[in-house]
Nanobody
Framework: EVQLVESGGGLVQAGGSLRLSCAAS????????IGWFRQVPGKEREGVSC????????YYADSVKGRFIISTDNAKNTVDLQMNNLKPEDTAVYYC?????????????????WGKGTGVTVSS
């Protein structure tokens, strides 16, 4: 059974940091493109960052570039998203997702498996 479970969300003040983790089971994260997405009510789910070990690439949305860092831990079969200098506009439910097409790992339509999400609230 393919599963993705996010953790690490919470409430932080603007300028603070959080580290989200995506734990995968039923597959190896190194063999898939893994993306972090976020969604707020009334908006589309947007790609925040993704990583593809097989492709040797990472992606960051312009809005988070320089603040967020995505990484894999193959020993734990997890993908983490280190979020620094958080802003109120980062408030959202964050989801991790897995797909087989590395070039589409930052696109909602390109991902095949999804976690249930973890909430992040950044207060001003």
């Amino acid at each position: 059974e393919v599963q993705l479970v996010e953790s690490g969300g919470g409430l932080v003040q603007a300028g603070g940091s959080l580290r989200l983790s995506c734990a995968a089971s039923g597959f190896t994260v190194a063999d898939y493109a893994i993306g972090w997405f976020r969604q707020v009510p009334g908006k589309e789910r947007e790609g925040v960052s993704c990583i593809s070990s097989s492709w040797g690439s990472t992606y960051y949305a312009d809005s988070v570039k320089g603040r967020f860092i995505i990484s894999t831990d193959n020993a734990k079969n997890t993908v983490d998203l280190q979020m620094n200098n958080l802003k109120p506009e980062d408030t959202a439910v964050y989801y991790c997702a897995a797909g087989t097409q590395p070039t589409m790992c930052h696109k909602y339509s390109g991902m095949d498996y999804w976690g249930k999400g973890t909430g992040v609230t950044v207060s001003s």
